[in-house]
């Protein structure tokens, strides 16, 4: 697999907890729990270090291999993680006086569910 795939595991899973809105209609606990997902993914600096966290060799990278790209500091991006992580995009772990960051498959599964369509669109008609 190179850097710039993600594999996605447990798909199956996502499916059975979030089924396309153009299927059914999302149920109030579930659109809470996406609505905290699209949030933390709505800043371009956490889209960006979830992008980078994906991409990482190994699929996990060490915080200190966050800060580099960005024009913020440390602290920030410290808690631009931890919105990620309490959004259930991330999982980490500490090693020594590192904290180690790696995406949640699961996570984008569910996001990815919920936005699947049908191949001729949500009318029938063709897109564009």
């Given at each position: 697999?190179?850097?710039?795939e993600l ?42 270090l979830l ?78």
């Amino acid at each position: 697999m190179s850097n710039s795939e993600l594999a996605v595991l447990g798909q199956d899973d996502a499916v059975v907890c979030c089924s396309p809105l153009v299927r059914e209609p999302l149920g109030e606990e579930a659109a809470v729990d996406l609505a905290r997902m699209f949030k933390a993914l709505s800043d371009p600096v956490r889209l960006r270090l979830l992008s980078l966290i994906a991409s990482h060799e190994g699929g996990e990278a060490c915080v200190c291999d966050l800060t580099g790209p960005f024009d913020v500091s440390q602290p920030t991006i410290s808690h631009h993680l931890k919105v990620l992580r309490e959004a259930g995009l991330v999982g980490s772990e500490r090693r020594g006086t590192w904290v180690y960051y790696w995406v949640l498959p699961a996570a984008l599964a569910k996001l990815s569910a919920l936005l699947e369509t049908p191949a001729a669109g949500v009318t029938g008609r063709k897109n564009p």
